[in-house]
């Protein structure tokens, strides 16, 4: 079956190009390419093909369509080269050489181990019966004397224990010692929480400016999460401005107030989701550049019911996301643009990059 064009390529446009832009370029290059105008004699080859592009991707159903087959036969050919790179890498061992082999690294390592911690090298030969008793009953009486000391250890530990209790049950109330010893008590405010005390609960009503400074803020251990950016301080729906279920999101300086509920807690520290943009990322809203690259991905399992967004903004707002989708049934390749101002998606396992 021969494969199908990129048509994407052929009109010179990014795959997540807007119709306008398609047409534009399509008139543009068929000015160049018309075989009443080039003097190429492939010409009229490229102008057929551009001819085809535009057909598909000219018709919002057939480019829908399309993009789903491209997105496949992408995966398949990025999955089909690292298999490959793989299977050059790997060395062929057969099972004999490799227990040779093994053999004498283990009793290397077992007489290194030995040599460290002070026993003879030579214990790893069977030694004979009647020479093993001496240290066997070596080792019985150094046995006993730690169990002596432990259960003597065990037993005064106890007895401290208790008479600190009592001595804490007899102390005044009042007085100058009982003064000095509430100066010295450690303070109960400080929180426990990783990121410090610029956070704040997810559940409630926030102020902009007085409470939540303007800027991208992010959600963590964060459950199914809901948000809303308001006009007013109510809740409204006249004064939603914006909403949304990613876990980060853009507080503009024109905003009154911000609601949320199951998010978690709300801080400023971005964290990213691994070592480096190109790694395998899990669910949340990443920022596209910074915290993973763009490039074909695909996730490890949609079981769960997976959930995905393509965000050109993040603060819910009209037109804020580019694309979205949702499924159950298998694993799903999705093209991030570097256009995409970030990614989210929840329940897909394990995002892996499989090709740029």
């Not at 949340?284 to 763009?294: F, M, N, Q, R």
Request: glycine share 8%.
């Amino acid at each position: 079956m021969p494969t199908e064009p990129d048509y994407y390529d052929l009109l010179q446009v990014p795959f997540d190009a807007g119709s306008k832009e398609i047409i534009a370029t399509y008139r543009r290059l068929a000015r160049q390419y018309h075989p009443d105008i080039a003097t190429d004699p492939a010409a009229t080859k490229r102008m057929l093909a551009l001819n085809r592009a535009i057909e598909v991707l000219g018709d919002p159903k057939r480019r829908r369509e399309y993009d789903a087959r491209r997105l496949q036969a992408r995966a398949r050919e990025a999955l089909a080269r690292k298999s490959d790179e793989s299977e050059s890498t790997s060395t062929p061992r057969e099972g004999g050489a490799d227990r040779q082999s093994t053999e004498p690294r283990l009793t290397r390592a077992i007489a290194t181990r030995n040599t460290t911690v002070g026993w003879p090298t030579r214990a790893i030969a069977r030694r004979p019966e009647s020479k093993g008793r001496p240290i066997v009953l070596i080792f019985a009486m150094c046995a006993i004397v730690l169990g002596v000391l432990t259960a003597t250890g065990i037993a005064v530990a106890v007895y401290l224990g208790d008479n600190s209790k009592e001595a804490a049950l007899v102390q005044p109330t009042s007085g100058p010692s009982s003064t000095a010893a509430a100066s010295t008590a450690p303070s109960p405010t400080e929180s426990p929480f990783p990121y410090g005390s610029d956070v704040f609960e997810s559940r409630g009503i926030w102020l902009v400016g007085a409470d939540m400074p303007p800027g991208i803020w992010r959600a963590v251990r964060a459950g199914p999460c809901a948000w809303k950016r308001l006009s007013a301080r109510d809740p409204t729906d006249e004064a939603v401005v914006g909403s949304g279920s990613s876990i980060t999101v853009e507080l503009h300086p024109t905003d009154v107030a911000f609601w949320s509920e199951g998010c978690g807690w709300w801080t400023q520290v971005m964290t990213p989701p691994s070592a480096s943009p190109t790694d395998p990322f899990g669910p949340g809203t990443w920022l596209v550049g910074a915290e993973i690259s763009p490039g074909l991905w695909q996730n490890s399992d949609s079981s769960q019911g997976c959930s995905w967004a393509r965000l050109a903004r993040l603060d819910g707002g009209p037109s804020s996301t580019t694309a979205s989708g949702a499924t159950s049934a298998s694993a799903i390749p999705i093209e991030i643009s570097a256009g995409d101002v970030a990614f989210h998606s929840w329940g897909c396992g394990t995002w892996t990059r499989i090709g740029g």
